[in-house]
């Protein structure tokens, strides 16, 4: 694994990220932390295995704690809280290394989404109905429509893909102090780990720029240094 906080690695990331659609971000963060051999098979990953990956890019590069801010649902009432990320490695060693196998519901076989099928997703006029036929195949593998199924099918199939989709479902549950309601806010890994790339890599910019100005170095120089060193010559540049 590489470290996206090591600094050529997190500016790489974060250039490369930054230029694709959201639903991508997580698969180039992925590859550029070393967990998956190269973009195309990011990108092939099932959503659920994409996550556990994030997770465990997150807690190398930046820790398992994480500040989350979200609206009560009821009251609208600004919510705070302090995350501790699971490690998928101890909660489910599967979703790092091992594939997830479909499910079945009736005669139909629901797969595993992929970071591809979100992408077509995103692209497409209805967005549900597209993930609906790339994943839930008939008995003779055709694609089966929604409107063809009873709503108890329907239900069964939502409760397939939400348990396939494994560390992509995370959710946090809390009281609202306010109005007293309680409160389900879906947790997306894949997001969290790029808010912090996103965050930490313009930093580091201001950084390379501020002793780029004082000192005259271009930014290998700058990234070369170790994160004590370059803040001593931080502090310098400011005096």
């Given at each position: 694994?590489?470290?996206?906080?090591?600094?050529?690695?997190?500016?790489?990331?974060?250039?490369?990220?930054?230029?694709?659609?959201?639903?991508?971000?997580?698969?180039?963060?992925?590859?550029?932390?070393?967990?998956?051999?190269?973009?195309?098979?990011?990108?092939?990953?099932?959503?659920?295995?994409?996550?556990?990956?994030?997770?465990?890019?997150?807690?190398?590069?930046?820790?398992?704690?994480?500040d989350v801010v979200f609206p009560c649902t009821s009251c609208g009432a600004r919510l705070e809280a302090e995350l501790h990320l699971p490690d998928p490695a101890e909660t489910d060693p599967e979703a790092l290394v091992g594939a997830v196998h479909p499910d079945r519901v009736d005669d139909l076989t629901v797969h595993p989404l992929t970071i591809r099928d979100l992408l077509a997703a995103?692209?497409?006029?209805?967005?549900?109905?597209?993930?609906?036929?790339?994943?839930?195949?008939?008995?003779?593998?055709?694609?089966?429509?929604?409107?063809?199924?009873?709503?108890?099918?329907?239900?069964?199939?939502?409760?397939?893909?939400?348990?396939?989709?494994?560390?992509?479902?995370?959710?946090?549950?809390?009281?609202?102090?306010?109005?007293?309601?309680?409160?389900?806010?879906?947790?997306?890994?894949?997001?969290?780990?790029?808010?912090?790339?996103?965050?930490?890599?313009?930093?580091?910019?201001?950084?390379?720029?501020?002793?780029?100005?004082?000192?005259?170095?271009?930014?290998?120089?700058?990234?070369?240094?170790?994160?004590?060193?370059?803040?001593?010559?931080?502090?310098?540049?400011?005096?």
């Amino acid at each position: 694994m590489r470290v996206l906080a090591e600094p050529t690695v997190l500016l790489t990331a974060w250039e490369e990220a930054a230029a694709v659609p959201a639903a991508a971000r997580a698969a180039v963060l992925v590859h550029r932390a070393g967990l998956a051999p190269d973009l195309d098979a990011a990108l092939d990953l099932s959503i659920g295995r994409c996550a556990a990956l994030a997770l465990a890019a997150h807690t190398a590069a930046f820790g398992r704690d994480v500040d989350v801010v979200f609206p009560c649902t009821s009251c609208g009432a600004r919510l705070e809280a302090e995350l501790h990320l699971p490690d998928p490695a101890e909660t489910d060693p599967e979703a790092l290394v091992g594939a997830v196998h479909p499910d079945r519901v009736d005669d139909l076989t629901v797969h595993p989404l992929t970071i591809r099928d979100l992408l077509a997703a995103a692209t497409g006029v209805d967005g549900r109905a597209l993930l609906f036929s790339r994943c839930v195949r008939r008995a003779d593998g055709t694609s089966a429509v929604p409107a063809d199924l009873s709503p108890a099918q329907r239900e069964a199939v939502d409760a397939a893909a939400d348990r396939l989709a494994g560390f992509a479902a995370l959710a946090l549950r809390m009281t609202c102090p306010s109005c007293g309601d309680d409160v389900r806010v879906a947790l997306d890994p894949d997001a969290l780990l790029w808010d912090q790339v996103d965050a930490a890599a313009p930093a580091l910019l201001d950084e390379v720029a501020t002793l780029a100005r004082a000192f005259g170095w271009d930014e290998a120089t700058v990234l070369a240094l170790s994160p004590a060193r370059r803040g001593a010559y931080l502090e310098r540049a400011a005096r």
